[in-house]
């Protein structure tokens, strides 16, 4: 009726608002309150508030810093109400730094609940879970379960576990329930923090799990690497009959994948079927990763062209797939194909497959290409992993000099990747080069002697019997290695 008569009042305005900015239309709330103000009403701490809410949906930055500076001409400066919607406007708007001032300038005695939890809770959705956990340390009022659940999320986006125990302790002293909603917070932090069994012992004592909490368990398990696990976690959980959500079956695809468990993966893709769940872009690409990690590339390409909406990842996935099972040519058509769309852009994972199918191919020239376009044309910074590329780029080429000087020239410290890498590619080449790769491998792993097997490997290729004894008792200190290194470092690489 407010939208095709006057407004009564603003008991009535307000109460429009309220339904419009939390329901489906948070566009007409902004367009009523703008009407409101033509004719002739003023907003109180109540309207304010609700069209902020909406600002903040709509990500309305410029709308939101109008009402920012209606409230104070209109005195609403100490109003708590009203500044704490400045702060959750504000963070969802994604400006932290100017919800944190209007945080600052609430005066300490005004400041409640609300309050502290809308600024930790700025912090965390910004990315700044360091910032959100030195708020959550200044607190001055007793934090309710909201405030706690943020916190715990900060804990386990930045692995403080010391201080994810501490919020448990002060949760159990506090004498606040362990509900579903606070047992799975307690649960993923544990799990993110890489302690999956005091996770599980938290999850087997929960009295109602929820999918939440079984979502938590079963994502921890897969980030820590415990793929069968989280596989049977699945299984188990279809035994007490919860359905999985898009999250729970996108953490057991990518546990399938890395075990290369292709018929549970594609009796998890049939469970997706079956049970109606959401086949958006996150599930979607999760199973391109499946079939292409177990070779299943026709499947994989047929998911991919399926797809209505391709984003960077859709994209990634599928030129690291080709590029994993050897079609580079594929590959780098398809990555030409993604560059001619304006409205995606690769990242750094899209080079990484893009120089790996170079470097199936023999591709040298194009892998430079490449490299130098990841640079200058889209402005993304190599990191190892790129530079490692490389590296296997020009070893798997023979241009085994050219890779040490490539590894010479690199602004980062090579890994041991990047010098086992270098191993491999002189088995049948460069004695002397191996030798020099290998007193790295064993500086930075001096634990590990498999680099030994690799070592001998070559001594064998070059007919160095003597040494191939040597290589195999698996001791360093029965070859000077720093000496070796220096030599040739002085009389090569530095030279050159």
């Excluded at 934090?143 to 706690?148: A, G, R, V």
């Excluded at 530079?387 to 410290?413: H, Q, S, T, W």
Aim: charged share 20%; with cysteine; glycine share 8%.
């Amino acid at each position: 009726m407010l939208s095709r008569s006057r407004i009564p009042s603003l008991l009535a305005l307000n109460s429009a608002l309220g339904e419009l900015a939390r329901g489906a239309r948070p566009h007409q709330a902004i367009s009523l309150y703008n009407r409101s103000r033509c004719e002739g009403f003023f907003p109180d701490n109540y309207t304010l508030p609700l069209v902020l809410k909406a600002s903040g949906r709509l990500s309305f930055l410029r709308k939101g810093e109008e009402l920012h500076c209606t409230s104070f001409r209109l005195g609403f400066e100490s109003d708590v109400f009203v500044q704490n919607s400045l702060i959750s406007m504000y963070s969802a708007c994604g400006d932290p730094g100017t919800a944190r001032r209007v945080f600052d300038s609430v005066p300490e005695s005004v400041r409640d609940v609300v309050t502290w939890n809308s600024m930790i809770s700025a912090y965390v959705q910004s990315g700044l879970p360091r910032g959100a956990l030195a708020v959550y340390g200044k607190m001055r009022v007793k934090p309710d379960k909201i405030t706690s659940v943020t916190a715990l999320s900060a804990c386990g986006k930045v692995g403080d576990a010391d201080a994810g125990r501490k919020i448990h302790a002060s949760v159990v002293v506090q004498g606040v329930g362990l509900d579903s909603f606070l047992g799975s917070s307690l649960i993923g932090m544990y799990a993110r923090c890489g302690l999956v069994e005091d996770a599980r012992r938290l999850f087997d004592r929960s009295l109602d799990k929820n999918v939440v909490c079984w979502t938590s368990m079963v994502s921890g398990y897969t980030q820590s690497g415990r793929f069968r696990e989280a596989i049977k976690l699945f299984r188990e959980m279809q035994v007490c009959d919860v359905k999985a959500n898009e999250a729970i079956v996108v953490c057991v695809i990518s546990a399938c994948a890395h075990l290369g468990a292709l018929d549970q993966g594609k009796c998890v893709h049939t469970y997706c079927e079956i049970n109606g769940i959401e086949m958006g872009n996150n599930v979607n690409n999760a199973l391109i990763d499946l079939y292409s990690k177990c070779g299943d590339l026709d499947r994989a390409m047929s998911i991919f062209h399926g797809l209505v909406h391709r984003d960077v990842f859709s994209w990634t996935v599928m030129i690291c797939g080709l590029a994993m099972n050897g079609n580079s040519e594929e590959a780098l058509n398809l990555f030409s194909e993604m560059r001619s769309l304006s409205e995606v852009r690769p990242n750094e994972v899209t080079f990484l497959g893009v120089l790996s199918a170079c470097s199936h191919a023999g591709l040298v020239d194009t892998g430079y290409y490449y490299f130098d376009c990841m640079k200058r044309t889209y402005k993304l910074m190599p990191k190892i992993e790129q530079y490692g590329c490389m590296v296997d780029l020009l070893g798997r080429a023979n241009l085994l000099m050219e890779a040490m000087e490539f590894i010479r020239m690199m602004p980062i410290k090579a890994d041991v990747v990047i010098w086992r890498s270098l191993l491999f590619a002189c088995q049948m080449h460069n004695v002397e080069l191996a030798e020099y790769a290998t007193s790295w491998i064993l500086e930075l792993e001096p634990r590990k002697c498999g680099v030994h097997v690799l070592l001998s490997n070559v001594y064998a290729s070059a007919s160095r019997w003597g040494d191939v004894k040597k290589g195999q008792k698996g001791n360093e200190r029965s070859w000077d290695w720093k000496a070796t290194r220096l030599h040739l470092d002085r009389n090569k690489w530095h030279c050159a």
